[in-house]
C-alpha cells in the first residue's frame, strides 16, 4: 500500500503527516500526525498514531531544530524509525503563496518550482521554508510525486472589488493584489461546516484562524468572498510577530525619518512586531494570558479589538452573518479569547454560552443565539493529503 507524506510550515512550526492511500477516492488513511512548535527558541516535538499512541512529545536538544530545515530532519527520522515500511509515493507541501496563476494543486515541476520562488519576497516568513521543504524531500523520495497545495488558492474567486487595491490598474496586471491565505484551512472549514450543519455552510460565514499567523475569512456557500489579509502575510489582524493592519504612510515615514531600508524594515513588520512587539514580552498566546502584566493585557486587547472590527467589515461584506466559526491554535484553544471577542456582540446577534465556551464544545452559542458560533478544530494535512491523493491517483 502506497503513503503520502505531507508537510505543512508555519512561521515557527513544522506540522507533518503520513497517510495510507487506498484505491481511487478513498480517503487517506492517517498513521502518523505530528508537529514540531517554537522552531528556533525551545522546540518541542509531539508526534502520535491516529489512534493516540504517543510517538514523540519532548523538547529538542538546543539548537538542535533551530530552523525548519533540522526540525524537518526530525520528522523524517521519526517516521523512518516508526514505519520503515512506508512508500512514500506522493510528498503534499502546504504552499503559501501560489501568485494570480494558481488556483488548485500542482505537480510540482522545476519549471514551477522556480516560479514560485520568485514569490518568496511575497511571504518571506513562509515560502522559503515551504521551498526548503520541497527540496528535502525531492532528496529523500526522489521517485515521489510532489504536489504543491496553494494557500492562496481558496480565495482566487474572490470578488474584484476584494481581490484590489486603489492603484493604477497596471499594478493589478502585474500581480499587486489581494491575494488572502490560510486558504487550506478554509477550505477544510468550509467541508466540515457542510457536513456538520449544511445550512450554514450555504449562508453567510465568518471563519476566525487564529494563531500566530491570524486572519479572518468571510464565505458564502462555503466560497471566500473577502479576506482580511491582501497582497502578502502582513495585513488585517496583529499575529505573534507581524504587525497586521497599517497605515502605508508608515512604512513611508520609516524609510524617509528614521533612515531604515527594506532589509530592516521587513524584519520590523515581520518579526518585531504585533503580540510581541506590543507586549515586550513574547508572540505566544499562552505565555501572554499567564502573564497578566499591563503591556500582556493591552497586546491582547488590541488582537481582540482588530478580530472585532474585522468581523464587522466582514459581515458588512457578505451582507449579514448566520454562523462565526474559531479555529487555529488560539481560536481552538484559547476560551479567553472567544469570549472577549463575542462579548456585547448581541446587535449583530451573537449570544455566547459561556458553560460551552469553557468546554470548546463544537456549538458555543446559545439556543436562542440568532448567529452560531462554533470551534471547529482544522485539519490542513487531510486537506494536502486528498490533493496528493488525487494526483497521484486519478479518479478511473
Not at 456585547?344 to 459561556?354: S, T
Not at 493529503?385 to 494526483?391: E, K, P, T
Request: aromatic share 6%.
Amino acid at each position: 500500500m502506497a503513503d503520502v507524506l505531507t508537510l505543512n510550515a508555519g512561521s515557527s512550526s513544522l506540522k507533518f503527516g503520513l497517510f495510507e492511500l487506498g484505491g481511487p477516492g478513498a480517503e487517506p488513511a492517517a498513521r502518523i500526525l505530528g508537529e514540531i512548535d517554537r522552531i528556533g527558541n525551545g522546540t518541542q516535538m509531539r508526534a502520535r498514531t491516529a489512534e493516540g499512541a504517543v510517538l514523540a512529545d519532548a523538547p529538542l536538544p538546543p539548537g538542535d531544530a533551530a530552523d525548519h530545515a533540522g526540525a524537518l530532519a526530525h520528522a523524517l527520522d521519526l517516521i523512518a524509525r516508526v514505519r520503515p515500511d512506508a512508500r512514500i509515493a506522493a510528498v503534499g507541501h502546504r504552499v503559501v503563496h501560489g501568485g494570480p496563476d494558481h488556483a488548485a494543486p500542482v505537480r510540482l515541476t522545476p519549471e514551477v518550482l522556480a516560479a514560485l520562488a520568485r514569490l518568496e519576497p511575497l511571504a518571506p516568513l513562509h515560502q522559503p521554508h515551504n521551498l526548503a521543504g520541497v527540496r528535502a524531500a525531492l532528496a529523500a523520495f526522489p521517485q515521489a510525486v510532489q504536489v504543491a497545495c496553494f494557500d492562496t488558492a481558496f480565495h482566487r474567486h474572490h470578488p474584484w472589488v476584494n481581490d484590489t487595491f486603489g492603484l493604477p490598474r497596471a499594478y493589478y496586471d502585474k500581480g499587486v493584489r489581494r491575494y488572502g491565505f490560510h486558504g487550506l484551512s478554509y477550505d477544510y472549514i468550509a467541508g466540515r461546516l457542510a457536513g456538520l450543519a449544511p445550512h450554514l455552510h450555504a449562508g453567510r460565514v465568518i471563519v476566525a484562524h487564529l494563531g500566530n499567523g491570524a486572519s479572518m475569512c468571510g464565505m458564502i456557500g462555503g466560497r471566500s468572498i473577502a479576506s482580511s489579509m491582501g497582497f502578502s502575510a502582513l495585513d488585517g489582524l496583529p499575529m505573534g510577530t507581524r504587525c497586521g493592519q497599517l497605515d502605508p504612510g508608515v512604512v513611508l515615514y520609516l524609510m524617509q525619518h528614521e533612515g531604515m531600508g527594506a532589509a530592516e524594515i521587513a524584519d520590523l513588520l515581520y518579526r518585531q512586531s504585533g503580540l510581541l512587539g506590543l507586549s515586550g514580552l513574547s508572540h505566544d498566546m499562552r505565555e501572554l494570558e499567564a502573564a497578566g502584566t499591563d503591556t500582556a493585557r493591552q497586546a491582547i486587547g488590541y488582537f481582540v479589538f482588530r478580530i472585532r472590527r474585522e468581523l464587522g467589515g466582514l459581515a458588512a461584506a457578505l451582507g449579514g452573518l448566520d454562523a462565526l466559526v474559531f479555529c487555529g491554535g488560539i481560536g481552538e484553544h484559547s476560551a479567553h479569547i472567544r469570549q472577549k471577542v463575542c462579548e456585547g456582540m448581541g446587535w449583530i446577534g451573537m449570544e455566547l454560552d459561556e458553560s460551552r465556551n469553557l468546554g470548546s464544545e463544537t456549538v458555543i452559542s446559545t439556543d436562542l443565539s440568532r448567529v452560531r458560533i462554533l470551534v471547529i478544530p482544522t485539519d490542513e494535512e487531510i486537506v494536502i493529503a486528498r490533493a496528493a491523493r488525487d494526483l497521484v491517483t486519478p479518479p478511473g
